[in-house]
């Protein structure tokens, strides 16, 4: 049913009446695949709650620290909400650890020594990890270190190259790493059930190889994670999904307790590992924003594939599409031209509750070998569990969609994308 007496509210934010109605039968036709995907929050709700109970999360976990940060109940209780939510021994949450790639840096370094090679049996890591490694030369890569890399593409149909990944696992091989979102690639994103195939896999070669799974943007996408598939340690950021749009900053590795407390003497100093880093008094957030992570998330989800079923029906390729399972919350859509991508992305910054008054342009973003367009207009600046969508200007000019704090906003953002498209002259409903 059209929500007419949304109609005026809406055409005064911009949207015209034939994209409002296009949108509407579109968001009808979803309504079976929503309570799908609410009854999997409800599921990771429970989940949540149940690891803050156990933990007897109290009002002074919230006390702010400063200096060295020892004892630290607060922070310590969190790292035990975390690791009970996602059943690894033990987990590193913390403010210190200032975004994604840093978390998977901090993983790599400490569980990796001269002469180790990395491998990543699922094609090329992110973008901003190629630094990191050293695929692209960097100061202080993984490469200048000494350790080596190496990969096996997924096949064209994409799924494992098992012979390939079997041939590459060496006697240095010592560590995996398996990325579960797509990134900036075209390829599938993997289920959880996929990822467990793979490290089984792995470890029937040799069970020693210590099996990452970089878990960016796919947390309580599903009712389980890759820890409960065999991952020795799943990594990720808190201005993505577990931080609930909530967390400021950080980045969590959670895993077995050899890899964590490798972690931990990385990111501080050998010798003080997990028991100095103050939390300067971030923890209501971080305790929060996990608590709404799960609903959060779910609307994230709905936005995606309200996306995919806008877009697709338009004739853009979309990944995933229209109809397909989703293990992570990103949404691209193949637009074609980098006018397209600009006019999209204009359309998602004017829907923002921050800064929707400005113009994503394309600029050279560090970590990134393309120019990149990025449209946020978040409460936390670069957070990707807000309302955003960016992309490198390049073939097959794809736009990366991802996030909405809340269902409602999430729509209003892709309807707004649909008009900004409309008026540029390229597409006609
Ligand atoms: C976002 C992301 C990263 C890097 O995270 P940042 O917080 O941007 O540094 C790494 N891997 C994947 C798959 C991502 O989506």
Redesign the pocket.
């Known amino acids: 049913m059209l929500q007419q007496e949304n109609l005026p509210i809406l055409g005064a934010l911009g949207i015209s009446d034939a994209v409002c109605r296009y949108g509407e039968q579109i968001a009808a036709s979803l309504r079976p695949r929503f309570d799908a995907i609410d009854e999997i929050a409800e599921y990771n709700q429970a989940k949540v709650l149940a690891a803050m109970q156990k933990n007897r999360v109290n009002a002074g976990c919230f006390a702010a620290t400063t200096g060295y940060g020892y004892n630290d109940v607060g922070r310590d209780t969190l790292e035990r909400v975390y690791a009970d939510c996602f059943h690894t021994e033990a987990a590193l949450v913390r403010p210190q650890i200032t ?4 978390a ?1 840096a901090v993983a790599f370094s400490a569980n990796l020594l001269p002469g180790d090679e990395l491998l990543s049996p699922v094609g090329r ?2 973008d ?2 190629e630094e990191v490694i050293g695929i692209r030369e960097s100061a202080c890569s993984l490469k200048e270190y000494g350790v080596t890399y190496d990969e096996v593409a997924l096949l064209p149909d994409g799924s494992f190259d098992y012979e390939g990944i079997r041939r590459k696992i060496k006697p240095q091989t010592r560590l995996v790493t398996i ?5 900036y690639a075209t390829r599938p994103t993997l289920s959880v059930q996929r990822i467990g195939e793979l490290i089984a896999f792995i470890k029937g070669i040799r069970s020693d190889i210590i099996c990452m799974v ?1 878990n ?2 796919g947390e309580f996408v599903e009712r389980i994670e890759p820890s409960d598939v065999g991952a020795d340690m799943i990594v990720g ?1 808190l ?2 999904n577990p931080g609930g749009g909530l967390a400021p900053i950080g ?1 969590y590795i959670c895993g077995t307790k050899a890899c964590v407390d490798r972690c931990a003497y990385r990111l501080s100093a050998p010798g003080l590992g997990q028991e100095v880093g103050a939390n300067l008094g971030l923890m209501t957030a971080l305790y929060q924003g996990f608590f709404l992570a799960p609903t959060v998330v779910a609307g994230a989800l709905k936005g995606a594939i309200f996306a995919a079923n806008i877009y697709e029906r338009l004739g853009f390729r979309c990944v995933p599409n229209a109809t397909e399972s989703r293990h992570d919350i ?1 949404q691209a859509v193949e637009l074609g031209s980098e006018e397209a991508m600009r006019a999209f992305c204009l359309g998602i910054q004017a829907s923002a509750p921050v800064d929707s008054y400005v113009t994503p342009l394309p600029w050279d973003m560090p ?1 990134y070998d393309s120019q990149v367009i990025m449209a946020a207009g978040a409460f936390i600046q ?1 957070s ?1 569990i807000e309302l955003s969508a960016d992309g490198p200007i390049r073939e097959p000019y794809a736009v990366y969609f991802q996030g909405g704090l809340t269902w409602t906003h999430a729509k209003i953002g892709i309807l707004m994308s649909l008009q900004k498209l409309v008026d540029a002259g390229l597409v006609n409903l």
């Open positions: 975004c994604g790639t840093h998977l890591p992110y901003t990890l990325q579960r979102s797509k990134g970089d960016c943007y950021s201005i993505k980045g990103i970590g670069g990707s």
